[in-house]
């Protein structure tokens, strides 16, 4: 019958549905994500027909019956999230055609005869659940408010980052990432935590990415000699920025965690997808040395073991275990003597890691500079400090350049709680909205790209988003920075196969990438 699923459809049941959802996580374990893709789209619609969307159509089952519906849709919207995030496409499921409290969690019942272990792990997968779809929330948020329109600015990525301040006050102890870095856990157990953690380090990555990327060509302009005047860096752009290394490094930290325990299983096309995207931003900030990160060679070191690891079972794991180390090898080889990125004026801040301080959220940043409106608003009332609930010291490395703020984390492992105090809502006035460069409160996505690689000498002069690119014959530097990469694939008008430099010891003719027979 699954053979041709669409010969059913006219009289589909909810076991139809479960199989495509079990076909479409099928195919993204063997690395087949387009097909993973249409499957859940047909799971999605087979879902709508049931009514699966509707708190109506429920009343006519029992307890048990409408428990597994229930979570049923609630996967189905999981994967939704994260393969419109992971494949850059429109979004399967709108909220705006579910009833309100399709997606809350069903009431768990203990069963009779069911043994305390079983009933444990279930609530624990219930909870990882429940948490899961929190952070999906939030992904859909940054899907529609960001990457749909293709730009970003403070204001809204403060406004998306007030979900991660509820989602981390809601977290159930139990699912704290520590309890996978101090002590031993049940393998299931380990996993529930592991996929929530990720996936909620990687939502932060996905909404604070664009800003690590926009002060990476910043520094890109100022390395070519393209900007004509310095650039006022905001504060809260340059937290954002250090928020997405610092919930990378998390990310590495915690599946290397995992790989280590023994739980880890070879073929997770979601902890492939958070660990590669991850360390492109660990290798990224090596390249530019935007923050100064003292586990970076550590984190790398244990990215490329992971995806090695996946690579025995997963093609796709093969494959960006390639770019990664590719990555890895040519920051490696770059000379001495060539000149790092960087932006006059700027200090280098350096980033706070679970090896430094075993209880650091990097999530913290995403609250700093809220709490600092709130506190001078306010008339400056006192912020109580986190760090004697925590155990440990919480001096945030953005401490030179804010002055001292509440801390957000998420709840201990053993479950303590405290309360914030003094934090304003997100864009308190319009007036507080910061310039990022140029006059412009935005992020243009389009606009991050126009200087990559260097123009050659015979292209024209251009502005673009209040961003001027100066003369090509200012573009170029006077030692082969980049001559080691090969970046460009022609020699010809200056431009060269350097990224603008020109490296006459480069051969154009050898391809940067070379065949593979992945499709």
Same mark, same amino acid.
């Given at each position: 019958?699954?053979?041709?699923?669409?010969?059913?459809? =006219?009289?589909?049941?909810?076991?139809?549905?479960?199989?495509?959802?079990?076909? +479409?996580?099928?195919?993204?374990?063997?690395?087949?994500?387009?097909?993973?893709?249409?499957?859940?789209?047909?799971?999605?619609?087979?879902?709508?027909?049931?009514?699966?969307?509707?708190?109506?159509?429920?009343?006519?089952?029992?307890?048990? =019956?409408?428990? !597994?519906?229930?979570?049923?849709?609630?996967?189905?919207?999981?994967? *939704?999230?994260?393969?419109?995030?992971?494949?850059?496409?429109?979004?399967?499921?709108?909220?705006?055609?579910?009833?309100?409290?399709?997606?809350?969690?069903?009431?768990?019942?203990?069963?009779?005869? *069911?043994?305390?272990?079983?009933? =444990?792990?279930?609530?624990?997968?219930?909870?990882?659940?429940?948490?899961?779809?929190?952070?999906?929330?939030?992904?859909?948020?940054?899907?529609?408010?960001?990457?749909?329109?293709?730009?970003?600015?403070?204001?809204?990525?403060?406004?998306?980052?007030?979900?991660?301040?509820?989602?981390?006050?809601?977290?159930?102890?139990?699912?704290?990432?520590?309890?996978?870095?101090?002590?031993?856990?049940?393998? &299931?157990?380990?996993?529930?935590?592991?996929?929530?953690?990720?996936?909620?380090?990687?939502?932060?990555?996905?909404?604070?990415?664009?800003?690590?990327?926009?002060?990476?060509?910043?520094?890109?302009?100022?390395?070519?000699?393209?900007?004509?005047?310095?650039?006022?860096?905001?504060?809260?752009?340059?937290?954002?920025?250090?928020?997405?290394?610092?919930? +990378?490094?998390?990310?590495?930290?915690?599946?290397?965690?995992?790989?280590?325990?023994?739980?880890?299983?070879?073929?997770?096309?979601?902890?492939?997808?958070?660990?590669?995207?991850?360390?492109?931003?660990?290798?990224?900030?090596?390249?530019?040395?935007?923050?100064?990160?003292?586990?970076?060679?550590? &984190?790398?070191?244990?990215?490329?073991?992971?995806?090695?690891?996946?690579? *025995?079972?997963?093609?796709?794991?093969?494959?960006?275990?390639?770019?990664?180390?590719?990555?890895?090898?040519?920051?490696?080889?770059?000379?001495?003597?060539?000149?790092?990125?960087?932006?006059?004026?700027?200090?280098?801040?350096?980033?706070?890691?679970?090896?430094?301080?075993?209880?650091?959220?990097?999530?913290?940043?995403?609250?700093?500079?809220?709490?600092?409106?709130?506190?001078?608003?306010?008339?400056?009332?006192?912020?109580?400090?986190?760090?004697?609930?925590?155990?440990?010291?919480?001096?945030?490395?953005? +401490?030179?350049?804010?002055?001292?703020?509440?801390?957000?984390?998420?709840?201990?492992?053993?479950?303590?709680?405290?309360?914030?105090?003094?934090?304003?809502?997100?864009?308190?006035?319009?007036?507080?909205?910061?310039?990022?460069?140029?006059?412009?409160?935005?992020?243009?996505?389009?606009?991050?790209?126009?200087?990559?690689?260097?123009?050659?000498? +015979?292209?024209?002069?251009?502005?673009?988003?209040?961003?001027?690119?100066?003369?090509?014959?200012?573009?170029?530097?006077?030692?082969?920075?980049?001559?080691?990469?090969?970046?460009?694939?022609?020699?010809?008008?200056?431009?060269?196969?350097?990224?603008?430099?020109?490296?006459?010891? !480069?051969?154009?003719?050898?391809?940067?990438?070379?065949?593979?027979?992945?499709?």
């Amino acid at each position: 019958m699954l053979a041709d699923p669409v010969s059913g459809f =006219e009289d589909a049941d909810f076991w139809s549905v479960q199989a495509l959802l079990l076909t +479409s996580l099928y195919m993204l374990a063997v690395s087949k994500r387009n097909a993973a893709y249409v499957y859940h789209g047909m799971a999605v619609r087979s879902a709508f027909a049931l009514g699966l969307h509707r708190e109506e159509s429920m009343v006519i089952f029992n307890e048990t =019956e409408i428990r !597994v519906r229930k979570n049923i849709w609630r996967t189905l919207f999981i994967l *939704d999230r994260f393969l419109s995030a992971c494949l850059g496409r429109p979004m399967g499921i709108s909220h705006d055609d579910c009833s309100q409290n399709a997606l809350k969690p069903p009431t768990l019942n203990t069963r009779p005869g *069911d043994s305390l272990l079983n009933h =444990e792990t279930e609530a624990i997968n219930s909870i990882a659940l429940n948490s899961t779809v929190q952070t999906c929330h939030i992904i859909g948020l940054t899907l529609k408010m960001v990457y749909s329109k293709r730009r970003i600015s403070t204001l809204v990525a403060q406004e998306i980052a007030e979900h991660f301040k509820q989602w981390n006050r809601e977290l159930h102890p139990t699912l704290h990432w520590g309890r996978i870095l101090t002590r031993a856990v049940d393998p &299931a157990h380990g996993i529930a935590i592991l996929h929530t953690n990720l996936l909620h380090f990687h939502s932060v990555i996905l909404l604070t990415r664009p800003f690590f990327l926009c002060l990476l060509t910043r520094a890109q302009e100022y390395h070519f000699g393209s900007g004509d005047k310095p650039h006022r860096l905001s504060q809260r752009m340059d937290g954002f920025a250090q928020t997405c290394v610092e919930s +990378s490094q998390h990310t590495l930290v915690l599946a290397k965690a995992a790989l280590d325990a023994n739980y880890l299983p070879q073929c997770n096309p979601f902890v492939i997808h958070f660990v590669f995207a991850a360390a492109l931003v660990i290798l990224s900030n090596e390249f530019a040395s935007l923050y100064h990160n003292p586990d970076a060679d550590m &984190a790398v070191t244990s990215a490329i073991q992971i995806l090695r690891f996946c690579a *025995d079972e997963d093609a796709q794991a093969e494959r960006v275990s390639f770019i990664v180390e590719t990555f890895h090898q040519a920051n490696i080889n770059r000379p001495a003597t060539a000149r790092r990125l960087f932006i006059p004026g700027r200090k280098v801040p350096t980033i706070n890691t679970v090896s430094q301080n075993a209880h650091y959220d990097p999530v913290l940043h995403l609250f700093h500079h809220e709490e600092h409106i709130a506190a001078t608003v306010g008339g400056g009332g006192q912020m109580k400090n986190r760090t004697a609930a925590m155990g440990g010291s919480m001096v945030s490395p953005m +401490s030179s350049m804010m002055p001292p703020v509440t801390l957000q984390q998420q709840p201990s492992p053993e479950g303590s709680s405290v309360s914030l105090s003094g934090i304003g809502p997100a864009g308190i006035t319009s007036g507080s909205m910061e310039t990022l460069s140029g006059g412009e409160s935005e992020i243009d996505f389009d606009t991050l790209w126009n200087n990559w690689p260097a123009p050659s000498t +015979s292209a024209a002069s251009v502005s673009a988003g209040g961003m001027p690119i100066a003369p090509p014959t200012t573009m170029q530097p006077t030692d082969n920075n980049f001559g080691s990469y090969a970046i460009g694939g022609s020699s010809s008008g200056g431009g060269g196969g350097t990224g603008g430099g020109g490296n006459p010891n !480069v051969n154009v003719n050898v391809p940067l990438y070379p065949p593979s027979s992945f499709r």
